[in-house]
């Protein structure tokens, strides 16, 4: 079946405007999860959705970020008012749900370039 | 701090030699070990997942071992293959609450296997 899907692949824009990536994650999955990947860093968690509600969002790193989810499938993440600092890749995963043990499928990710 | 430390940060071999990538974490309480490997471009995917009760387990060429009691992993890869050559990141899973798992990630292994 379809993996996790992201888009865009890549994404290059302008410090100060905003930006918005899509996941679709994997059909009936309900637990969705966006990281931060900089380069030659490890993953760094932003925000966590469990159905269309976000139980933990503490990894988001400030308020120029945000993220939905409806109907229980596709997010968006929103970066407002880009910085150069938010240059990373952006990787979107799902598990059938957030509990122990459960794995988690990555998307291929966006890479977000703010020139 | 909850951490994942990795070494070596890089690693070259030649093709069908064996290596060892090492991980030592303060992550507690812990739920979880997993091992992701990471080609360039792509997402994660999960090699093993290991609990805080199992000392080893295989996928393939590729064994993880645990030692809880002094929070170190280990991923051996034995006869290494040209498609090993990527990132392999060690990522210890921390149990919130609501049965919910918040992944902690190293900033991985890269690994080159040269014919």
């Known amino acids: 079946g379809a993996g996790v899907s992201q888009s865009p692949s890549n994404k290059v824009t302008e410090k100060g405007k905003d930006v918005e990536l899509r996941c679709d994650p994997i059909?009936?999955?309900?637990?969705l999860y966006w990281y931060r990947q900089s380069l030659g860093q490890g993953l760094e968690f932003l925000i966590y959705?469990?159905?269309?509600?976000?139980?933990?969002k503490s990894g988001l790193p400030s308020d120029r970020f945000s993220a939905e989810r409806t109907g229980g499938s596709v997010s968006t993440l929103t970066i407002q008012r880009t910085q150069q600092e938010d240059s990373a890749v952006y990787l979107c995963?799902?598990?059938?749900?957030?509990?122990?043990?459960?794995?988690?499928?990555f998307g291929p990710g966006t890479r977000l370039t703010v020139t | 701090k909850n951490q994942v430390e990795q070494s070596p940060q890089s690693l070259i071999i030649l093709e069908g030699k064996n290596c060892t990538l090492q991980?030592?974490?303060?992550?507690?309480?812990?739920?979880?070990l997993r091992w992701y490997k990471q080609d360039t471009g792509r997402g994660p995917v999960s090699l093993t997942i290991?609990?805080?009760?199992?000392n080893t387990k295989s996928n393939g060429r590729y064994t993880a071992t645990l030692d809880a009691d002094t929070k170190q992993s280990s991923l051996h890869i034995t006869a290494s293959q040209l498609s090993d050559s990527a990132s392999y990141i060690c990522?210890?899973?921390?149990?919130?609450?609501?049965?919910?798992?918040?992944?902690?990630f190293g900033a991985g292994t890269r690994l080159a296997v040269h014919p």
């Open positions: 991980c030592n974490y303060t992550v507690s309480p812990f739920s979880n």
């Open positions: 290991m609990t805080f009760s199992e």
């Open positions: 959705f469990q159905g269309n509600s976000a139980p933990d």
């Open positions: 059909s009936g999955h309900t637990a």
């Open positions: 995963a799902s598990s059938p749900n957030g509990v122990a043990g459960g794995e988690q499928y």
């Open positions: 990522v210890v899973s921390r149990p919130f609450s609501g049965g919910y798992n918040k992944l902690i």
